[in-house]
């Protein structure tokens, strides 16, 4: 039980670290970002490739992932998001979603379908809390998290962030105090890719990772932890990612391991997601609208 | 006065050559199509059959997305429905196909409504992470559910003796989408198919004009539904064993993508389009390893993968060039058959 309790925290630290650049995009773009997994798998991809592939060193592998999402940001900032700003959003929400998957069939086509293993950031032996063993770098994540939350609520309240939520109110009369739209538009895009980019490069060693690993598991979690969070809120963000996870591995305690329903994860997932937007559609810390 | 009337006849004579060319070509386009039904044997047979399945998935989610405005990320959850309560009542009851199909039919109605319901409350971004979720949940629990659907070994769905041949069961399938085609055009070109067009542009609107938003929408995700579970009932017998695996969701996102490349909206797009992504993951392979050149990355392990990755570029192409999708293409074409292009 406490063992559950305890994986379920640092699982929902991934959670949480996507949940912030989908709340980091929303906040500014109003779009749900269904690519933000993939600027993970593809940083993971690259890392490993420099890492193990070409056996360079670690923070060479480190750099390179983190650019290459980013590079991937602006790339489908520029070719695809911009190009359909006008069309509504379930349009957007589609292409997003073309996105993901395109990403995943690149991958599998330059690497092949295969599991792969990443070395940590620190070796050694997890570390017994309640009960489970907690690797290093799960510490790590959860630590990266808790700073970028705070870094992302902390840029909202910069010059900087200010201008990219007036352009997201109104963006004409944010053009009209200079704020220039298309520049709003890349720096969110770059960013929201960064930390999709960290959240791979910090999640993939922790098991063995595949095409599509943040895509295909990580989303929809991720999706619920923002929406629980209040959708515009980065400490929501945190929290709800936390509680995603301990209510994921409570559902595979009680209803998995106790009653034996096939699926418990992704039932505890759809149910609190439902409770959520059934009952306090604003989240734990959103505002209205 | 004399020119007049030559001028009249010459323009009846050419409306008349024109009506006679553009049936001519209509039944060779259907011949057209048909022959590989005559000609390809059990082959081709099983092929069309996919594709009549894809493309009633396909009108389903058009019926949804198109028509009502509503988006669902999570339709493998309804066909799945249906094809597990299909297999079930063909296997375990050992009831009539025409019964097991109303039963999936139903199921798939059943679970839409309830979906459905949801998306009273809920709507927008958060109706398609909803219904993503749903997905994910009906994939990993409820067909994993052992009584229900067998676990992971799956549901047999065994056809019976009138539609064993394969053949027959093409056959069958073109029948069912040509129903459900009729449902569609019947639903677009009634007072149903009005108010559906209202509540997608704006519901506050639709209901200042009298329009049942709650019941339209509600009537939408069922027939969706509806439809869904058909074509999953007909999934069923069609590969005669049913699995959890054979819904997983990147096989819904594919299917909307496919929906809205063949043109939200277009009938004749939509079926284009679900036959094309039908046929593509069983023609492919044969086509890329019957060439003379292989590239090296090719493999039998790509090829899995390739069919999804043309589904997206299409998508991206057509989402960036013409919205419209394949009904967009090929609207000049379908108005100078139907003759609604000439001035009368």
Redesign the interface.
């Given at each position: 039980m406490g063992a559950f309790l305890a994986l379920g925290l640092f699982q929902g630290a991934v959670y949480g670290l996507l949940a912030v650049g989908i709340v980091l995009v929303y906040k500014a773009k109003r779009v749900?970002n269904f690519a933000q997994g993939e600027f993970g798998g593809v940083a993971a991809f690259t890392a490993f490739a420099i890492v193990v592939g070409a056996g360079l060193p670690y923070w060479v592998g480190v750099v390179g992932g983190l650019a290459a999402a980013v590079l991937m940001g602006l790339v489908v900032e520029r070719?695809?998001v911009r190009?359909?700003e006008s069309?509504s959003?379930?349009?957007m929400?589609?292409?997003l979603?073309?996105?993901a998957?395109?990403t995943?069939?690149?991958i599998?086509?330059?690497g092949?379908?295969i599991p792969r293993v990443m070395p940590p950031l620190i070796a050694g032996g997890g570390v017994n809390i309640l009960g489970a063993g907690i690797l290093p770098q799960q510490l790590i994540l959860m630590a990266v998290l808790a700073v970028l939350a705070g870094a992302m609520a902390w840029f909202f309240k910069t010059d900087l962030g200010l201008a990219v939520l007036a352009s997201s109110q109104d963006t004409r009369a944010a053009q009209v105090v200079g704020i220039s739209p298309v520049a709003v538009s890349r720096l969110v895009w770059g960013m929201a890719a960064l930390l999709g980019g960290i959240a791979g490069l910090l999640y993939a060693p922790v098991g063995i990772f595949t095409p599509g690993f943040m895509t295909?598991t990580m989303l929809?979690p991720a999706?619920?932890a923002a929406?629980l969070g209040g959708m515009t809120s980065l400490p929501g963000a945190f929290i709800g990612g936390l509680a995603i996870g301990v209510v994921q591995n409570l559902g595979i305690y009680y209803l998995g391991q106790q009653l034996k329903?096939?699926?418990?994860?992704?039932?505890g997932?759809?149910a609190l997601?439902?409770l959520v937007?059934?009952i306090r559609?604003q989240g734990l810390l959103g505002k209205e609208a | 006065m004399a020119t007049a009337t030559m001028v009249m006849g010459r323009i009846k004579v050419q409306r008349r050559f024109g009506l006679a060319l553009r049936v001519t070509i209509v039944i060779a386009l259907l011949a057209l199509a048909a022959l590989p039904l005559v000609l390809g044997g059990d082959v081709w047979a099983q092929r069309i059959s996919r594709a009549a399945i894809y493309a009633i998935i396909g009108l389903s989610i058009n019926t949804l997305?198109g028509h009502a405005?509503q988006?669902s990320?999570g339709h493998q959850a309804f066909v799945g429905i249906g094809a597990f309560a299909a297999a079930f009542l063909a296997s375990r009851l050992g009831a009539p196909l025409g019964f097991g199909l109303a039963a999936a039919a139903v199921a798939g109605a059943l679970t839409a409504a309830f979906v459905g319901m949801?998306a009273l409350?809920?709507t927008?971004?958060?109706l398609?992470?909803?219904t993503?979720?749903?997905g994910?949940?009906a994939?990993?629990?409820i067909f994993?559910?052992?009584e229900f659907t067998g676990?992971g070994a799956g549901a047999f769905a065994p056809r019976p003796a009138a539609v064993s041949g394969d053949h027959a069961f093409a056959l069958l399938c073109l029948g069912v989408l040509g129903l459900v085609l009729y449902i569609d055009w019947r639903l677009v070109s009634t007072k149903a198919g009005r108010a559906l067009a209202a509540v997608r542009n704006n519901e506050q609107i639709a209901s200042t004009l009298g329009v049942n938003v709650t019941g339209y929408k509600l009537a939408a995700f069922s027939l969706s539904g509806l439809a869904a579970g058909l074509a999953g009932g007909l999934f069923a017998h069609w590969n005669q064993i049913v699995q959890a695996m054979d819904f997983e969701?990147?096989v819904a996102?594919?299917w909307?993508?496919m929906t809205?490349v063949g043109g939200l909206r277009s009938r004749l797009g939509v079926v284009l389009a679900s036959a094309f992504f039908a046929l593509l993951p069983l023609t492919l392979p044969n086509f890329l390893s019957s060439l003379p050149w292989q590239p090296s990355?090719l493999?039998e392990?790509?090829y899995?993968?390739?069919p999804?990755?043309i589904?997206?570029?299409m998508?991206?192409i057509v989402?960036?060039f013409f919205?419209g999708g394949f009904g967009q293409l090929l609207s000049p074409v379908t108005r100078w058959i139907s003759g609604k292009g000439e001035k009368s």
């Open positions: 749900f070719v695809i190009p359909l069309s959003r379930t349009i929400l589609v292409a979603v073309g996105v998957l395109f995943i069939a690149i599998v086509l330059l092949q379908p295909l929809v999706f619920a929406v329903v096939p699926g418990a994860a992704e039932l997932v759809f997601l439902m937007l059934l559609p | 997305t405005g988006i990320l949801v409350r809920v927008g971004l958060y398609a992470l909803v993503l979720a749903f994910l949940t994939e990993t629990t994993n559910w052992r676990g969701f990147q996102l594919v909307v993508l809205v990355f493999n392990a790509v899995h993968v390739l999804p990755f589904v997206v570029v998508l991206l989402l960036r919205p």
